[in-house]
């Protein structure tokens, strides 16, 4: 069993700090215990003697691997298939026709969706099977497409790989399961390739002033995640989620967050679902 190294009052300084200016995820002091805990392995296979140093560490590396590695262990992918459902509901049978209807009156045929802070690829998923499902395998008419980004590399390669353990799909409707999944002979679950094909998981720091997306989205999901981050974070964000939405779009968040409508970007049309104005 490795000795556990001790976290000081400046240390966790330090690593928060780090981890506000880079990601903006604001690790209070009630974090103090989860950094510990997840960066214990990482100082120990990398021989440092305690977290001072390997936060200098962490800052030298001109590569930017050692800070990947960092936000890879703070990050918490926890997810799963359908959460949250009542958003799916909307999202099938709210959204979509409205989508649909804008496309058509406008002559475009391109369907955008973005999950910012895709995970393991659970939410992605679902979306895609959804739309599947509503389209009825049939795209011919449509160009549609999921971006769905993440800051941790661990999680995206994992999302990217598309296979499950079968208590992930506990949600998944039994014929959503046979439709779109392939059994495997360990019990795993894998996504199906034409699933797999509507999405695309790229890294993305959600920090950053600018995001290099051409165009627009017509729903952004974007749950459970805005928790991490403090007031002037949350509001920087949803002025570039505005920015990124298609006129009338919408955007999804999780049942605990909420934004500040005051800053007139959005109009709430159920608990955590807004919509652009």
């Known amino acids: 069993m490795q000795n556990a190294l001790h976290l000081s009052d400046e240390e966790f300084k330090l690593i928060s700090g780090l981890v506000y200016d880079r990601f903006g995820i604001n690790l209070g002091e009630h974090k103090r215990a989860l950094v510990m805990a997840r960066l214990h392995k990482v100082l120990h296979k990398g021989g440092f003697s305690n977290f001072k140093e390997y936060y200098e560490y962490v800052v030298r590396d001109t590569s930017g691997h050692a800070l990947l590695t960092l936000i890879d262990r703070i990050s918490t992918n926890h997810t799963f298939f359908f959460r949250e459902q009542e958003h799916f509901d909307f999202f099938k049978e709210v959204a979509l026709a409205q989508i649909v209807e804008a496309l058509r009156k406008s002559g475009k045929s391109d369907l955008r969706i973005w999950c910012a802070g895709c995970a393991s690829g659970e939410e992605p998923y679902t979306l895609a099977m959804i739309l599947s499902n509503y389209f009825n395998d049939d795209f011919s008419d449509l160009d549609i497409g999921i971006l769905a980004t993440d800051i941790s590399v661990t999680a995206l390669n994992k999302a990217a790989d598309g296979v499950y353990k079968a208590d992930k799909l506990r949600e998944v409707p039994s014929w959503y399961k046979q439709r779109y999944f392939i059994p495997l ?51 920087a964000l949803v002025e570039r989620f505005h920015r990124y939405l298609a006129p009338d779009g919408y955007l999804i968040i999780g049942h605990s967050e909420s934004i500040d409508r005051s800053l007139g970007y959005f109009k709430r049309v159920r608990p955590s679902i807004y919509q652009k104005t």
């Open 185 to 235: 002979k360990d019990g795993h679950l894998a996504v199906k390739q034409e699933i797999k094909e509507i999405i695309l998981f790229r890294r993305l720091n959600l920090v950053r002033n600018e995001y290099p997306f051409k165009g627009q989205f017509h729903t952004i999901f974007c749950r459970n995640v805005m928790i991490y981050f403090d007031n002037a974070t949350r509001q």
